[in-house]
């Protein structure tokens, strides 16, 4: 080993995590230290060795605070050296093994530029994304195909009507993956064939986003075929995929597609106020360094329980200063109504992708007007 | 779409589902209804198109009873369509949205054997591990290369000594992938070569485990690795990596390695009592249908908060009836001494891996001593 990677590093070298932990005062310090060695060297206190590893490799207590009754706020230091530079093992570093533990949460993550540097984050950004969709000024409007069970050719008809209708991001619903009622590479191909005629006529940009979350030696398969037959986007749920195979389709430069993240199988993460990861750190900062362009998450008044706090926290998580990381879009959805615009404008401005699903459906068969009726009345805010 | 397709499923075509729901007679129920709607069609009720849809692709409520005060059982089959028979989308049709919905956890899968085809599981099992390290009888002992920060060398000096003293599987540390204080391959090399040379010596069938979650595009690539330089086994945390690219591992004709899965950043599925997944349904079922060998979790009574009960559920759901899938050794740790190796052969009998880490660390600076000593002790329980 190099005398360079034992000297002390430099104060910049260590990324800082915020967390919320529960207890008193000795309790909340007593877990603290736990994080301190659990999350690098997870061995006891008394057997470290002394030097380099008890000096610089053992998580750092930088500052402890009252954050109520019962709950104290630490910020703990960890070297850059510890994450290998390397998604996972960020993370890994940052929950790993005291994800396990009860009463620590993580309210957020303090990434030094030296290891924002190893990553790449999202390829378009709010600002790619817009380029792509040639919409400048409103909020893109994305809705997704549905119900399961429907045919290639019935989904294919409805992406036509929403492309006709305006709607910018014409996803496949999460669940959509390979199943017999509409296999993938059917789907694909009718789908991307009905977006292209329908912006032939319309003169817009409007694309189809499938879902390529499915077998791990087949993920990069799926994206590149929707490269090939002309989608637009890619939908990936990357607590299901693994969030580094969402960070290797956004580096992929053959591929270059933006990228839609949806939270399925995740929620476990921000179901318990004392425990696991806090809705920015997660939607925002997380979802952001692993090359989502766009985060999707249930907006606050739906038919899931976030609060408009923290959809609020994700929002300023998607923007907040990052290094080279660029800013991505809030994705709000889930039970969205057209009435509900209102509201979304009013916290999230205009940066943000609109999710509307069910809400399309409710005016009648006719999705094109019903989509134009939405398109029109956002455009007209 | 072929009429077979629509016709509807005969009775084993249908996975069910075990929810714990939290709330009174009307809000478990109404969470049941729920459940049936948000992880298929994601779609309101009254939009559903009748037919084949609203018969079929729907989940269904199979039963329902009280599981105690504001607590009942709902048993909800959906079709095995719906999973597209892919590890994913069964998680997702499994947790999917409803992971982000309080209330509601995952207590068992019962999966129809025609969907248990479609999972090859784990390669090994346990009889296949015991072949692999020539140990018939006792439990199969396992320990952790550590602490972070040591180099090479020096982790290869500690397999030497583990090897000598007869411990069967000597993993990396979870928290080891690809830091500067021991790079991968340096460490693998080494690591190997003094695991050959001590088997060389002792006749023993040592293996060193090393730690493959990484890079999503190296995956495969470190696995690979590891097997050409001698690897006897491999480490996972599928948390990270994702559970399909365990599977993928595991279902490498041309790697055909051992599996170890570890928990990291996977907690808080099993952090609250009244969401997430059951111990056994996450420790249990889910890594054995997705390739794991041995599932490591915090034992009972260790430096982590599972209950001995707990644990019992994991143990019992790694060898339960499950089609044509082998059972998988449960591979309890996390501040495991020497001492409490007794407890844990009434608890799990000898089926199980164990493993201890800092307890070896304990009795002095002869890390063979102390591995012999427990070895010896354990073979005369």
Redesign the interface.
Known sequence: ?SDA?RSPGAREERLVVTYLLSGGEAEARARAK?ICFE??????ED???TG??RD??IGRVESMTRAGPERFRAEISFPV??T?R????L???V????????GIRVERMSLPPTLLRSFRGPRFGRDGLRACMKVSRRPLICT?L??????AVELAEQTRQFALGGIDLIKD???L?????APFVERLARCSAAVAEANAGTGRRCVYVPNV?????DLLGRAHEARRRGAGALLV?P???????M??LADDDGLALPILAH??????????ET???SHGALYGQLMRLAGADASIY?NFGG???FTREECEAIAAATAEPMGPIAPIFPAPGGGMTVERAADMLEVYGREFVLLI??GL??RGPDLARNARFFVDMLESM
């Open positions: 080993m990677v736990d999350q690098t060297v997870e061995f006891p057997l470290v060795p380099f590893i610089e490799v050296d510890s290998a390397e998604l996972l093992q993370m890994n570093v929950f790993g093994n005291i994800s396990i533990k009860p997704a549905k119900p399961m069970g429907l045919s619903d999460h669940g993956t390979d199943q017999p009622y979350t499915g077998r791990s030696d749920s607590f299901l995929t693994g969030f580094d195979a960070r290797q939270p399925a199988f995740g929620g476990s993460y921000v179901t318990s425990a696991g990861i249930p038919r899931f329980s699903g069910a459906h409710r």
